[in-house]
């Protein structure tokens, strides 16, 4: 046997004795996450798992019911009035954030010429994330102070001569939820574009514009198509930050509040008040499955214009 | 197992049923609840009570009370005790005779004639005159008689009109407390019993107790009566409304279901329907004869001779 032959068969035996499993690499990394998984699967996973089980059972969870609980819940007026509600609250809410905290990303990064830190653009961006850090309760006595019946938004139209308006007692009260959902959360949004828009290479407009493509030439084709992953990403977290609005709602309104502003959580909560079990179990796993396709065509989306 | 909220506590009522029903749906709620106060239609259709048929001889109490919440020919709770609307006037105080009153229309003079009666804000208008109408206006639990609701609805607005009602009783924010309970115009009308305890002291027995709630009237009588003038009159509220209060339940499936239904049972019994007298009970018993009994027990007691003569009639 040629030594060349005796090395392929040395390596052979070494090869067929190797060990079969994970590299070190992707053990280490299964470790770690291993807490956080059992995390997911211990406070949601499982929880779901049984929310899904109870809407095929009554409330003791012993007697099986079928789809009673689905039909029941798609038949009753106050879940089609609170999913309608639901509905046009993000569909109004969510562009509209989107389109304002990326206007002013834009106009704070615009403060900070040559992609470097000014005192200016970081006094403007502090500013806006402030809203995220105040409280809830704070948020609702701000409510109440501005746009109570005797409250200072009333008291300035009365100075002015107008008419008193019933806030949180009339359709108003859905623009007031609008506003204070699109104040709270503009700030968080703008530090996700900013993030986005470092991220495109400033060679890119500096080709541009040596071709002669001005400044809406360079964000119609350079800024928005780079961005489309972060819109995603901010797509999405706008989308669950919406339903966090209830809180506010809640405790201005109480359970029971004005019909344009009555959400799905508010009807949660009541059907939990009054120990509802399946039709609650039944609504839950009916939106969480709507929320998952929504986010998968988004993201579907996303990964065409990707491509 | 006690869930329940103590004085000076920053829990609301809803953090409370919150935390029940938490305990109840995974099983390891109390032997008994209480459900004053919690949606007891809901828990009825739920199945989350236990049957409760047979357990006290229903000839004893009150059967249209007592059966309140007996549905299906099972009984899911019993009221132990319960309240009766009244209206009380002083003689010659005008308005409207209220024995005539048989109606919540008859009522209408009475309630725009701010001389007669005030009240404190929506929430004392709505909670004192919505018994007068519930039984007509919800004829089945799921249904709603939209004529007795609206022609309630356009005498309460009469009401707020006429008196001059802008808001709630007390405004979180902006504060205004109205107190509720002057009588104006010597109409009073009580949603529940005047509270026990006017005369207690540690010397009172269950029968002085029993009786303090009658003349708790006349508490409120010594301060409207005008020498001369009469007795006081107190009648029903229209309706014919009794409200049944401390419902006793035992939820399906309680660890302890054979000691929660004794203790059930024993809230009904006689002697516990008596003693209850001493922890201020804001209403009547359930049990028959126990209030008339302690009441005539009282007639002889010294401090409420002079009570007596004044020819106080009483509602039974």
Partial sequence: MSRTERGVKHKKRHKVTRRAGLPGESR???????????????????????????????????????????????????????????????????????????????????????????????????????????????????????????GLVNAGLVATGLRTVDFMGSTTAFWVLVGTYVWKNAGYNMVLWLAGLDGISESLYEAAKVDGAGAWQCFRFITLPSLLPTLGLTAILSLLNSFKVFREAYLVAGPYPHDSIYLLQHLFNNWFQNLDISRLCAAAVMLAAVLTCLIM??????????? | MYIGRSAGGAQTDDDIIRQLNTELVSGTGPDVLILDGLPIQSLIRQGMLSDLSGLVDESQYYGGILGAYAQDGKTWAYPTCFAANLMMQTPGAGGADIESIQTLEDMRPLLTDTASVEFGGYLHLFET?????????????????????????????????????????????????????????????????????????????????????????????????KPGAGRAVIAPLPGGVFMPKIIAAVPAGAANAEGGRAFVKAMLEGQTQEELRNVGLDGFAMRRGVDAGLYQESIGRPFLRAAHRRGLRVFR
């Fill in chain 1, 28 to 150: 280490a990394a299964a470790a770690l996450l291993l807490p956080s998984m059992a995390g997911l699967g211990l406070f949601f996973l499982a929880p779901f798992t049984d929310t899904i089980r109870r809407s095929f059972f009554d409330t003791r969870g012993q007697q099986f019911i079928g789809a009673a609980g689905y039909t029941s819940v798609l038949g009753n007026s106050a879940f089609q009035l609170a999913a309608a509600n639901t509905a046009k609250f993000i569909c109004v809410c969510i562009p509209l954030l989107l389109v304002i905290s990326l206007v002013l990303a834009l106009l704070v990064r615009a403060l900070r010429p040559h992609g470097g830190a000014s005192g200016r653009g970081k006094l403007f961006k502090t500013t806006y994330l402030l809203p995220m850090a105040v409280p809830v309760a704070s948020m609702v006595l701000l409510w109440q102070v501005l746009f109570h019946q005797n």
């Fill in chain 1, 297 to 307: 065509l988004m993201q579907r989306f996303l990964k065409s214009n990707d491509d």
């Fill in chain 2, 129 to 225: 005159m919505y018994t007068a109408v519930s039984p007509q206006m919800f004829p089945k639990d799921t249904e709603v008689n939209e004529d007795i609701l609206r022609a309630f609805l356009s005498l309460t607005k009469d009401a707020v009109d006429a008196q001059g009602i802008t808001g709630t009783e007390y405004d979180d924010t902006f504060g205004g407390v109205t107190d509720s309970d002057e009588a104006v115009g010597g109409l009073e009308i009580y949603t529940t019993p005047p509270s026990l305890g006017y005369f207690a002291n540690d010397t009172m027995s269950s029968a002085d107790h029993a009786v303090a709630s009658i003349h708790r009237y006349m508490d409120v009588m010594f301060s409207l009566y």
